[in-house]
Structures are given as structure tokens and as C-alpha cells.
T-cell receptor, first 109, second 112 residues
Framework: GQNIDQPTEMTATEGAIVQINCTYQTSGFNGLFWYQQHAGEAPTFLSYNVLDGLEEKGRFSSFLSRSKGYSYLLLKELQMKDSASYLC??????????FGDGTTLTVKP | DAGITQSPRHKVTETGTPVTLRCHQTENHRYMYWYRQDPGHGLRLIHYSYGVKDTDKGEVSDGYSVSRSKTEDFLLTLESATSSQTSVYFCATGQGEYNEQFFGPGTRLTVL
């Protein structure tokens, strides 16, 4: 099984940078996903890391350290529309992933 | 987008009745999933499918069954609904280099 931990809530200011952490303890690991979910909507895919290091995609970056069982999602130049829940998910096998409980980010003006 | 639809989008039912939720995809993705999401919780996997007639249990499969007779359709059945099954149910498909998942709009189920 998998144990995935994320902070429950975070607050940040528009224009700032925020880092959302995810730690995991797993019996198997084939990669880590980040998804974004706005209130009342379905999750959407943001990023995937399978090797150690930083993956950058516009204002969003995701980092992975497999030896530490640790990942983070970095959001730069925060906008009000970034207020959402961010879900970390560990890919256990080719077809199956386990999700953390998510971090609710509130961006304030 | 993966072209995923769920029906119904909202349903209210009574304890003890059977309920079937339908997920339909138009992208010919191999993998399909059913999750439930409760307040303060992430997505918990109920069942998933890795091909027609090939399914496996997730972490919260008790009280649920699934069927996949065609690539495009994945059905979730609550044999005898209970109030603890009140939740938002998301269907997802998976395909591609990373097998990232694409989610349907969700079904809000209330069991009275």
C-alpha cells in the first residue's frame, strides 16, 4: 500500500511563489503525478515526474527526490485562478495510482 | 480532453436500492477507473479496468461491482446502496506515455 502526505491547506498572495510538498512511503514506485482540482470540478493533469530533479512547465514546476520519498509543486507568479486543490498521486503500477488527500490553496489579493 | 461523460450527473436514492452509474469515453483509452471523493479526502480508487472484461479492485471496493463489456463503457453498480456511499463519483481514463488520467465531470450521489 501507499502512504501519501500533503498539507491540508495553504494560503498565499497574488504574484508570490508557493511550494506544495508531498511525501510518500510506498512499496512500489513508478512515478508521481500532480493534478489540479477547482472546487466543484474534475481534476486535471499538471505534471509527471519519474526521475529525480525538476520539471518545469510554464509557471508550474515539479520536483522529485526518490531517495527521500519527496516531491513538491512550485507555483510562480500566483494568480487568483490558481486557487484550487492540488493532488499528489503515486503511480504504483502501469495502470494504478494512489492519491493523497490534496492541498487546498487559497490565493489572496 | 478525453471525451468522457458520466450519467447520471446527479442522483438521489434510498437505502437498499441498487444503483448503476455509467461512464462513456470516446478516445479508445485502455484504462478506466472509478473513484469516490468525500469532503476533506482525495480520490479513493473503487475499481479499475485494464481492458474489456478485465477489472481489478481498488482500496474501497466493498459494496461495489463493475463491468466493462466494451472499450468505451465502464459501469459501476452499488448492489444495495447505503448512506455511507453518499459521495461524488469520478470516472477516469488512462492512456499515453505516462498513463496520466483524464477525468469525467463527476456524479453526485445521495443515499437517503
Amino acid at each position: 500500500g501507499q502512504n501519501i502526505d500533503q498539507p491540508t491547506e495553504m494560503t498565499a498572495t497574488e504574484g508570490a511563489i508557493v511550494q506544495i510538498n508531498c511525501t510518500y512511503q510506498t512499496s512500489g514506485f513508478n512515478g508521481l503525478f500532480w493534478y489540479q482540482q477547482h472546487a466543484g470540478e474534475a481534476p486535471t493533469f499538471l505534471s509527471y515526474n519519474v526521475l529525480d530533479g525538476l520539471e518545469e512547465k510554464g509557471r508550474f514546476s515539479s520536483f522529485l527526490s526518490r531517495s527521500k520519498g519527496y516531491s513538491y509543486l512550485l507555483l510562480k507568479e500566483l494568480q487568483m485562478k490558481d486557487s484550487a486543490s492540488y493532488l499528489c498521486a503515486v503511480r504504483e503500477s502501469a495502470g494504478k495510482s494512489t492519491f493523497g488527500d490534496g492541498t487546498t490553496l487559497t490565493v489572496k489579493p | 480532453d478525453a471525451g468522457i461523460t458520466q450519467s447520471p450527473r446527479h442522483k438521489v436514492t434510498e437505502t437498499g436500492t441498487p444503483v448503476t452509474l455509467r461512464c462513456h469515453q470516446t478516445e479508445n483509452h485502455r484504462y478506466m477507473y472509478w473513484y469516490r471523493q468525500d469532503p476533506g479526502h482525495g480520490l479513493r480508487l473503487i475499481h479499475y479496468s485494464y481492458g474489456v472484461k478485465d477489472t481489478d479492485k481498488g482500496e474501497v471496493s466493498d459494496g461495489y461491482s463493475v463491468s466493462r463489456s466494451k472499450t468505451e463503457d465502464f459501469l459501476l453498480t452499488l448492489e444495495s446502496a447505503t448512506s455511507s456511499q453518499t459521495s461524488v463519483y469520478f470516472c477516469a481514463t488512462g492512456q499515453g506515455e505516462y498513463n496520466e488520467q483524464f477525468f469525467g465531470p463527476g456524479t453526485r450521489l445521495t443515499v437517503l
